[in-house]
């Protein structure tokens, strides 16, 4: 072989995770436009409703879809090296939406909760919020509806105290505005899917950044050894009765996980009390 031979082209890098989200300034109206195409963070989530069997409602997974959207906007919204949580509860239909992200990872994961849900006289949506060096906070804003995105705009305009506005603009496609100060309210209000769509014709937009976001728990047997592990040592009876292992379902995602009485008797050996 010829020693002027080329070499070989470098391996191609792998493919980035999870969806992309982008920023933009919008110029003149001091707001923020953030764009996201879902379908890939939709397809892990029914990948994971699929690898542990967990079948949800229909109408539950609808309102799921949505709360997820207005979510991951809302994350991307937010500082870096915060972890978030909403709960949405509706009641009609009655059921509990969970939602969490850790906005420095870009993760974000959650769960449908339609057993024992009991009534609360309306609908709400609770925020927490734990970010470095700060004590956590939690805001509760009542909403009206069965939408999770007039939820969102609702939590904006009582916990925020700023507006801001969720728009699904094609299938799996959606949009946020959110609001500066000295925003335009007369252009912001009158705001339709259709101007929207088309802002950057209308508008000067100035990219601010790009975050990814993946569907990840990172639930595994060690962690949630640790959490048994206070049970296990008053009342492992309890925990386990006379079978060999337990399953146990992650509070977070709903994943399913068997932990074995062995198991949990070498963690408890290993981190004595």
């Known amino acids: 072989m010829s020693s002027d031979a080329a070499p070989p082209p470098p391996p191609a890098p792998p493919p980035e995770e999870g969806i992309e989200l982008r920023s933009h300034f919008i110029r003149s109206r001091n707001a923020v ?5 879902l379908s890939e ?5 029914f990948l994971h409703l699929a690898a542990h069997q967990l079948k949800p409602d229909p109408a539950h997974v609808a309102l799921f879809k949505d709360a997820l959207a207005a979510f991951v906007l809302h994350c991307t919204a937010r500082p870096r090296y915060e972890m978030i949580a909403w709960t949405l509860h509706f009641e009609a239909p009655m059921v509990n939406l969970f939602l969490t992200a850790d906005t420095e990872e870009e993760s974000v ?3 449908i909760l339609a057993d024992n849900v009991r009534t609360m006289g309306g609908n709400h949506l609770y925020a927490d919020v734990v970010a470095q060096n700060k004590p956590p906070r939690r805001s509760a804003v009542p909403f009206a509806g069965a939408d999770a995105f007039r939820a969102a705009e609702a939590f904006y305009l009582q916990s925020e105290q700023r ?3 969720f728009f699904a603009v094609a299938p799996e496609e959606f949009v946020m505005v959110c ?7 007369a252009w912001f209000e009158a705001l339709t899917v259709e101007t929207v769509r088309d802002l950057d014709k209308t508008e000067t937009l100035a990219l601010l950044e790009r975050r990814r976001y993946v569907w990840r728990c990172g639930c595994n047997q060690r962690k949630l050894l640790r959490v048994l592990a206070p049970l296990a040592r008053e009342d492992a009876a309890g925990l386990f009765g006379d079978d060999p292992s337990a399953k146990v379902t992650c509070p977070r995602c709903a994943a399913q996980h068997i932990i074995t009485r062995e198991a949990m008797e070498a963690f408890l050996a290993e981190h004595p009390a």
């Open 33 to 37: 436009i953030i764009r996201a195409t």
């Open 41 to 45: 963070l939709y397809v892990d989530y």
């Open 109 to 111: 994961t959650g769960r």
């Open 163 to 165: 507006p801001a506005r």
């Open 179 to 185: 609001s500066h100060p000295d925003y335009d309210p």
